[in-house]
């Protein structure tokens, strides 16, 4: 995914070793708070099947850094890379403006939430 448009303090860990494409080629992207260590992950919601919606993204967040996805908690089911890019921008800026912590995590929830009922960005 394209990440240059995440606010400050934001980066995306190219390629992490834990995540495994052998089977499933679709991306995993992970982003972390550079200060904070929140961790934001956007990954297919399902497996790579014919009968499944292969392009459904789940964004998922925990509030420490992790590799372990059993840790992270699902908020979010967008499609595709673009819009999986856009709700990942619109958390970390929610985040970013409550200050970190829980409380921005639940406001960057929130805006990702109001965003996608709203339909815009």
């Known amino acids: 995914m394209e990440t240059d448009r995440l606010p400050e303090g934001w980066h995306e860990e190219s390629d992490p070793e834990f995540i495994d494409r052998k089977y499933d080629p ?3 992207t992970v982003f972390r708070h550079v200060d904070h260590g929140a961790t934001l992950v956007a990954m297919p919601s ?3 099947a014919a009968h ?3 392009d459904t993204y789940r964004l ?3 509030d420490e850094e992790t590799t372990n996805f059993g840790d992270v908690e699902p908020f979010a089911e967008v499609r595709g ?6 709700a990942a921008e619109t958390f970390a ?3 970013n403006a409550e200050g970190g912590g829980d409380a921005g995590i639940e406001a960057g929830k929130r805006a990702v939430a109001d965003e996608r009922e709203t339909g815009r960005k």
């Open 26 to 28: 679709r991306p995993v």
């Open 81 to 86: 890379d673009d819009e999986a890019l856009d």
């Open 52 to 54: 499944t919606e292969s």
């Open 93 to 95: 800026e929610a985040y």
């Open 46 to 48: 399902e497996p790579n």
């Open 60 to 62: 998922a967040v925990a």
